[in-house]
């Protein structure tokens, strides 16, 4: 995770994407399966999204 002032408003995003980890927190939720969140978001790895 990584927080950069002025990348997705300051929110802590996966690595060094601009996907915030709050959207696969939610996608997660939403979906309830590890492995259709890993297809919602492909450019993540599987340790990323854990």
Known sequence: ???TEGVCGGYPC???TR???RSVVTAYWQL???A???D???RLTR????
Not at 47 to 50: G, V
């Open 36 to 38: 259709q969140t890993m």
């Open 32 to 34: 309830g399966d590890f």
């Open 47 to 50: 340790e990323e999204i854990r």
């Open 1 to 3: 995770m990584s927080e």
């Open 19 to 21: 996907i915030p980890v």
């Open 14 to 16: 996966v690595g060094d």
């Open 40 to 42: 919602a978001f492909p």
